[in-house]
């Protein structure tokens, strides 16, 4: 079965406090991972797709990784502007149209 | 540009009412889907459809029906609501297999 698995679940970090959040996969196939940004309240907000391992993409602070079995978010310098909750899903191969989601993690920035 | 675009925003059922679902998307994408949204289990598929004319069922269809009306319009139906699928549900469509998916605001439903 495939699963999604993010950690931490949250992370409060100082602005300016560098850290990675973290989404660990097993699917039959991967088609593609995303990272979405979602505010309270709000849909998800598409961020990054990664296709294959040892790419990366990069988005004013945000730096998305792609390893064989993971992937990491990495947030350089952040604002308070930056809090939200980061959600990864991984597609699988074959055609199939299914994303399967991680449960987030719920970053929060202190000024 | 409007992308997904869901109506109700929030509604509230009593338990064994009925109500549907409005989402239309003006990206010409050919793919569309219903998730929901629990806290603690994260967006979960409901009923998908790749094409025109085309539905299938997500991890947790059980309690819906789903109308893929035209290329723009994906509606989901709650027969005989209950307090289990008070939920906030999503809308989103995208190009196909491998292609991103966008969402829409969400819709906040009660079932009381």
């Known amino acids: 079965e495939d699963q999604v698995t993010q950690s931490p679940e949250a992370l409060r970090l100082q602005e300016g406090e560098s850290s990675s959040l973290n989404c660990s996969y097993t699917v039959s196939g991967l088609r593609g991972l995303f990272w979405y940004r979602q505010d309270p309240g709000k849909g998800p907000e598409f961020l990054f797709t990664l296709y294959s391992a040892g790419e990366e993409k990069e988005k004013e602070r945000l730096k998305a990784t792609l390893t064989k079995k993971e992937s990491f978010l990495h947030i350089t310098a952040p604002k308070p502007e930056d809090s939200a909750t980061y959600l990864c899903a991984v597609g699988e191969g074959g055609g199939s149209e299914k994303l399967v989601f991680g449960k987030g993690t719920k970053l929060t920035v202190n000024p | 540009n409007a992308g997904v675009t869901q109506t109700p925003k929030f509604q509230v059922l009593k338990t064994g009412q009925s109500m549907t679902l409005q989402c239309a998307q003006d990206m010409n994408h050919n793919s569309m889907y219903w998730y929901r949204q629990d806290p603690g289990m994260g967006l979960r598929l409901i009923y998908y459809s790749a094409s025109e004319g085309t539905t299938d069922k997500g991890e947790v269809p059980n309690g819906y029906n789903v109308s893929r009306l035209n290329k723009r319009e994906f509606s989901l139906r709650l027969e005989s609501a209950a307090p289990s699928q008070t939920s906030v549900y999503f809308c989103?469509?995208?190009?196909?297999?491998?292609?991103?998916?966008?969402f829409g605001e969400g819709s906040w439903l009660t079932v009381v």
């Open positions: 989103a469509s995208s190009g196909g297999s491998g292609n991103t998916i966008y």
